[in-house]
């Protein structure tokens, strides 16, 4: 098959250099010169573990291209993937679809023969049926089919997740459609990946049901968590309990300190603007938002009751920028609130990241080190935010040894407090009382 990808962003790129690595063709096109001229010179502009070297060696075989020209090779597809950001809209939380039918615009000008056009994007309902009308009347000859194909993968775990999916969704109307999208996820299905087809509106609320129930869930155990520390009761041993229960699953239970990332928050958000839209408002999706929101600040107070109340003038230091680990991504990151929260209350915060490092120094107005023991130096605290792999297995003796005051406030609950307790520290964690 001949795929185009318009938008190289996250999606488009990891699901372009999949694609290609299933044996298609693939052009991926965006307008940011800079990003394809960076592209075409294998420099990738965002951090997936393995994208390096997919991308690399898929152009290597010349299935995977990079170019700011959209209508030639969307003359030549079979398929044209939208996938274009779709950031929430200032002032009222909808997603703004600004960029989905400016390529669609484009798109519509370039069709030659029949051509499947899906958005891989995450779009409200209804997005689908505006893309099939813009492009219709900008081209009334053109011969198309517009599919829903949302894309379900996780930053940090993306190649895996696109290329052993729990399910792919394709919302259609059009029996042409239907037979170029199994071509396309062929390879998919031989490796027993199950293809759910659906009508396009359908579809399009998957996505956002999808990620609306694990905000839900997260929060759920977060407000378990809670409860926990004011019952005497341990939230992972509540995790485990009710997540061996098979219709609960044991996934999305790590309480913590509230969802972050370009996704959830987002979605969220535009799933609640649909349903109040619609008169069917979704009270769960709107307590979610709001429970999330404020637990974020929140956990800036656990930390200063931590360090027993005051942190004015005090050094604390931070582990993990990123709103999760393997991913350089600090969109709504709970650090943001941790340390705005710290700092209002007078604190001096040291900040560390594996990779965050860069993006987070446009966010945030800290002191940034080279590494967790530089940024625990002479601290008063140290609050692990994110569980990167770098911050499981610390040198707690040498962290104590440069801190102020051993005290580690740990919103992951990546240890115990026996273990930290033998070394010195005074430990804090998520949903357990002692
Ligand atoms: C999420 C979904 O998991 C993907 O399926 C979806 O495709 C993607 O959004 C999207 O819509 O594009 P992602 O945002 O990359 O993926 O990250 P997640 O691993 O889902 O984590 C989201 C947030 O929830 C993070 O802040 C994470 O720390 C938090 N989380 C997750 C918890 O606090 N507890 C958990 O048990 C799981």
């Given at each position: 098959m001949r795929i185009v990808m318009v938008g190289s962003g996250y999606v488009g790129l990891v699901s372009g250099a999949c694609f290609a690595d299933f044996g298609h063709t693939v052009v991926c096109v965006d307008k940011a010169a800079e990003k394809i001229?960076?592209?075409n010179k294998g420099v990738i502009p965002i951090f997936e573990p393995g994208l390096d070297q997919l991308v690399e060696s898929n152009v290597k075989a010349n299935r995977l291209s990079f170019t700011t020209e959209l209508a030639g090779p969307v003359a030549d597809a079979d398929v044209v993937f939208i996938a274009v950001g779709t950031p929430s809209r200032r002032g009222d939380g909808h997603a703004d679809l600004g960029y989905v039918y400016a390529a669609a615009r484009e798109i519509a000008d370039a069709i030659k023969g029949f051509t499947v056009i899906v958005t891989k994007s995450t779009v409200p309902v209804g997005t689908g049926d505006e893309v099939e009308r813009i492009i219709r009347e900008a081209n009334p000859d053109a011969d198309f089919a517009v599919v829903s194909n949302p894309e379900f993968l996780r930053e940090g775990a993306a190649i895996e997740d696109f290329k052993r999916p729990d399910r792919i969704v394709v919302g259609l109307v059009d029996d042409r459609a239907r037979s170029v999208m199994t071509e396309v996820y062929r390879p998919l299905y031989?490796?027993?990946?199950?293809?759910?087809?659906?009508?396009?509106?359908?579809s399009e609320l998957i996505k956002y049901a999808a990620n609306g129930f694990l905000a839900m869930k997260i929060t759920f155990i977060n407000e378990i968590a809670d409860l926990c520390e004011r019952v005497g009761a341990d939230v992972q041993d509540v995790s485990r309990g009710i997540g061996l229960d098979g219709r609960i699953g044991s996934k999305f239970l790590h309480a913590g300190p509230g969802y972050g990332g370009s996704c959830f928050p987002k979605d969220t958000l535009a799933l609640a603007k649909t349903a109040q839209d619609n008169e069917s408002p979704m009270r769960l999706i709107e307590t979610t938002i709001a429970v999330n929101d404020s637990r974020k600040r929140a956990m800036g107070r656990k930390v200063i009751a931590a360090v027993g109340g005051d942190v004015r003038g005090k050094k604390i230091a931070v582990f993990g920028l990123t709103f999760k680990p393997n991913t350089d991504d600090m969109r709504d990151s709970p650090a943001i609130s941790v340390i705005q929260t710290l700092k209002d209350a007078g604190a001096i915060v040291a900040g560390y990241d594996p990779e965050g490092m860069e993006n987070a120094?446009?966010?945030?107005?800290i002191e940034f080190?080279?590494?967790?023991?530089?940024?625990?130096?002479?601290?008063?605290?140290?609050?692990l935010v994110t569980e990167w792999n770098e911050f499981r297995a610390l040198d707690l003796e040498r962290l104590k040894s440069v801190m102020r005051t051993p005290i580690l406030v740990d919103l992951r609950n990546v240890y115990r407090k026996s273990e930290l307790e033998v070394h010195g520290f005074s430990y804090t964690s998520i949903g357990k009382s002692s």
């Open positions: 001229e960076a592209l031989l490796n027993q990946s199950p293809i759910l087809f659906t009508g396009r509106r359908t120094k446009q966010l945030l107005d080190t080279s590494g967790p023991y530089e940024a625990a130096d002479g601290a008063d605290a140290a609050v």
